[in-house]
């Protein structure tokens, strides 16, 4: 997917794992399937996962993870993958790397969307207000703390790449990111963000049940309505209203319908952006960007 990605494979990770950790060394490791983009994941055993970054850039995602989530963990109302251990760079592999604890379940399809409001999009809802509730004086800045108006010139570019194969009205999403970018901006502090509440993200029980979030690499302080974007992510129309619905606020400090909107445009343009770049690499990741593209003019 990437140009500077490392190699990972299950060998690596045992030896790792035998150098550096080995009270876990008689575990079994395999690796698992995702459309990941940031980490290659590896089950340990029963009860841990190996988060391998595959760039320099999603190296930074350890310490972030590692040094902020316990903290938040203590105040989700769902498990996450805390850290329990940090390992360095070896064997070839030049970028420090996680174990953490497996959260069980599976993910929603990247494309199919939940319809019924069941009780999904109320406790996401619920996950979303337990983020915004942390003090979040001393939180990083969020991989996503921009505003709308500075991913104008990225969101434009990558409209600008999209092919006739790419499916995309070219000309409604042009007006349904334009609409967007006349929200009224956030006025409100800061706030905790996980940051990418996308379908491969997001843990189900077999009863469809919230049963855990992954990947809090993009995690941090910003504005309110970036975590919105699971609204059109996960759901369709009566399942998406449930969870705008449960959310204890719309949006944050501001205007609920303003924070609604700029939440529109923040999964429009990550989506707009993911689309071309993936468009040969990462079936999953193209098939969730058509999908949300198709929830943002449906929802316009």
């Keep these: 997917m990437h140009a500077d990605e490392a190699e990972i494979d299950d060998g690596l990770v045992r030896r790792l794992i035998a150098a550096q950790f080995p009270r876990w060394a008689g575990l079994p490791v395999r690796r698992v399937a995702s459309g990941g983009t940031v980490h290659a994941v590896f089950r340990l055993g029963d009860e841990l996962a190996v988060r391998m970054p595959l760039t320099a850039g999603g190296a930074g995602d350890i310490a972030l ?18 850290p329990l251990a940090k390992g360095a760079p070896g064997d070839g592999y030049p970028y420090p790397w996680t174990v953490c604890r497996w959260v069980p379940g599976t993910v929603p399809p990247p494309d199919a969307g939940i319809a019924a409001p069941g009780p999904l999009a109320g406790e996401l809802a619920a996950f979303v207000d337990a983020m915004r509730a942390v003090d979040a004086a001393g939180a990083p800045p969020s991989y996503r703390s921009e505003t709308l108006a500075d991913r104008d010139a990225g969101t434009r570019a990558a409209l600008a790449r999209l092919l006739p194969e790419d499916g995309v ?28 509440l996308s379908p491969g993200n997001v843990v189900l029980t077999d009863a469809g049940h919230l049963g855990g979030v992954l990947d809090f690499g993009c995690m941090g302080g910003g504005e309110p309505a970036v975590d919105l974007i699971a609204a059109w992510n996960l759901f369709t129309g009566p399942a998406r209203d449930a969870f705008r619905a449960a959310l204890a606020d719309g949006g944050g400090t501001d205007d609920e319908e303003a924070a609604w909107a700029r939440g529109r445009g923040w999964a429009l343009s990550i989506s707009l952006i993911q689309l071309p770049y993936y468009r040969h690499t990462n079936p999953v990741m193209v098939a969730s960007s058509k999908f949300v593209i198709d929830q943002v003019l449906a929802d316009g």
Excluded: I, K, N, Q
């Design 169 to 196: 009205d070219v000309p409604a999403v042009t007006a349904a990111w334009e609409a967007a970018l006349r929200a009224p901006a956030h006025t409100g502090p800061p706030v905790w963000l996980h940051g990418d």
């Design 65 to 82: 993870e590692y040094g902020h989530l316990p903290r938040l963990a203590a105040g989700l109302p769902v498990p996450v993958p805390e």
